[in-house]
């Protein structure tokens, strides 16, 4: 916003965003399932029918992509298509149909003393989400914070301002017309880095903040913030095919977990092979995902079976490639392929290919990420795949929240007390 040219300017505007959030997480309150559920159906519509909007204004952050030096998988979260914008509007109309959390009774018991006591769902707030470059993540997170009755402050990157300004009017204009407060949903207006720096400081308005980008954004939001901050730093995701993996099966896992789209955080970075089925399973790996150029970063006796192996080096094994690199690395054992996992693993989704149930069960017990996936791909470890509808991030933290994150994820709970003239003695 041109009109921000101080910086007494932006930390004005910040608290008057933030101020409007609170003021709307308290409206929400009292709004229905119904009218959140008409709201985010509606907004479904109104997205389908503005379509020729909404890909103009992608058309416009795909031009000044170039000179911004993104990359091609950048690029590619950034794109909208007519299929992908259709996505966006069926991901509000999943969100509508799921249970509303709030008001939710977790537990419920009366005591000696005759007082009943139950613990309730309810709203965190107002959200502060910051992201970066996917415009489809505007419209999920909208529809999850205030279907769950929490205001959101939207803080995308630059490089999609166009897309997720035109997602974000159809969002507001819908809520007029519904009767949602026109404030659970604001758009940062401006660019200027600073504005992140000064909504972190305001924890009296804001209960949560959600950054979902690279890793310098993440760390630099866990320095500053002063409410709690829900993450994840990266998703170095391994793949282990185990000594009695299906290999065909282990072929198409690999395949799907790393080159469905491989600049996601779910992706495959990681593949971990036991050294009884290495000889077999690599050449043949290699010549089904030739068609990818894949690199592989491996050690010693992986290399001696793959045409395009380069030594890996200590950093390869906690890296995240987001691109057509993979590592790879031989184990002579399960409990050292978890032992591997487990130390250079960002706790984010790890998987296992095996047809031995004591193995499976060893490995889900023993490794400690946000999930665990037995004989399917890495790639399922996502809200809508999982069940929860959208998701506004994963988390690799155990409080409050841990893996992918849905309505529920952005509730607390409080304890009601309910009594007829009841004294403590």
Partial sequence: MSSLQTETDIAGYCRAIAGQAKAASRQLLSVSTDLKNRWLRASSERILRGVD?????????????????????????????????????????????????????????????????????????????????????????????????????????????????????????????????????????????????????????????????????????????????????????????????????????????????????????????????????????????????????????AIRCLTNGKPATESDWSKEYLGPIMSVKVVDSLEEAIEHINRYSSKHTEAIVTEDRQAAYQFQRDIDSSAVVLNASTRFNDGGQLGLGAEIGISTDKFHARGPCGLKELTTYKYVVVGDGHIRT
């Fill in 53 to 301: 909007g909404i890909l103009a204004a992608n058309e416009i952050d795909l031009q000044q992509a170039e000179q911004l030096g993104l990359t091609a998988a950048q690029r590619d979260r950034l794109l909208l298509d007519p299929k992908r914008v259709e996505q966006i509007a069926l991901g509000l109309v999943e969100v509508a149909e799921l249970p509303d959390p709030v008001h939710e009774v977790l537990e419920e018991s009366v005591r000696p003393s005759g007082i009943k006591v139950s613990k309730i769902r309810v709203p965190l707030g107002v959200i502060f989400f910051i992201y970066e470059s996917r415009p489809n993540v505007t419209a999920d997170a909208a529809a999850i914070a205030v279907k769950s009755g929490n205001a959101i402050i939207l803080r995308g990157g630059k490089e999609a301002a166009h897309s997720s300004r035109a997602l974000v009017d159809i969002l507001r204009h819908t809520a007029v017309e519904i009767g949602i407060p026109v404030d659970a949903v604001q758009l940062i207006e401006t660019h200027d880095r600073n504005a992140v720096g000064h909504l972190l400081q305001l924890s009296e308005f804001i209960d949560l903040v959600i950054p979902r980008g690279g890793e310098g954004l993440i760390r630099r939001v866990v320095a500053e913030a002063t409410m709690p901050v829900l993450k994840h730093y990266d998703g170095n995701c391994h793949v282990y095919v185990d000594a009695k993996a299906d290999l065909n099966k282990a072929i198409r896992i690999v395949e799907n977990s790393k080159c469905q789209r491989m600049g996601v955080c779910n992706a495959m970075e990681s593949l971990v092979v036991h050294q009884s089925v290495l000889s077999q399973f690599l050449p043949l790996l290699e010549q089904q995902l030739q068609r990818y150029d894949l690199e592989y970063r491996a050690d010693e006796r």
